[in-house]
Nanobody, 120 residues
Framework: QVQLVESGGGLVQPGGSLRLSCAAS????????MGWYRQAPGKQRELVAA???????NYADSVKGRFTISRDNAKNTVYLKMNSLKPEDTAVYYC??????????????WGQGTQVTVSS
């Protein structure tokens, strides 16, 4: 069993900042990529940012220069620092982990989602 627990969402004014955290725990053997996705009402879930075990990252064009993803490999935790937030960033943000468990199964796991609302 693997669990992903997210925290850090909330309500923020345009131009503000938030930091999301996601901690993975359980029967983890090795972690490949971790990332953040988001889904706004009526839209498909989209990749926001991802970071691989070696530290390479990729970002959606809409958040480049404003969001920063980082990870603590020892804690199996990924962070998303969001600056200069815009109303269009409003969505439920989901943590994702691509990992191998102790049974040697490679699978994707998802967090429960955390709401980010950008509004004045």
């Amino acid at each position: 069993q693997v669990q992903l627990v997210e925290s850090g969402g909330g309500l923020v004014q345009p131009g503000g900042s938030l930091r999301l955290s996601c901690a993975a725990s359980g029967s983890i053997l090795s972690m490949y990529a971790m990332g953040w996705y988001r889904q706004a009402p009526g839209k498909q879930r989209e990749l926001v940012a991802a970071i691989r075990s070696g530290g390479s990252t990729n970002y959606a064009d809409s958040v480049k220069g404003r969001f920063t993803i980082s990870r603590d490999n020892a804690k199996n935790t990924v962070y998303l620092k969001m600056n200069s937030l815009k109303p269009e960033d409003t969505a439920v943000y989901y943590c994702n982990a691509d990992l191998v468990d102790v049974a040697l199964r490679r699978e994707d796991y998802w967090g429960q989602g955390t709401q980010v609302t950008v509004s004045s």
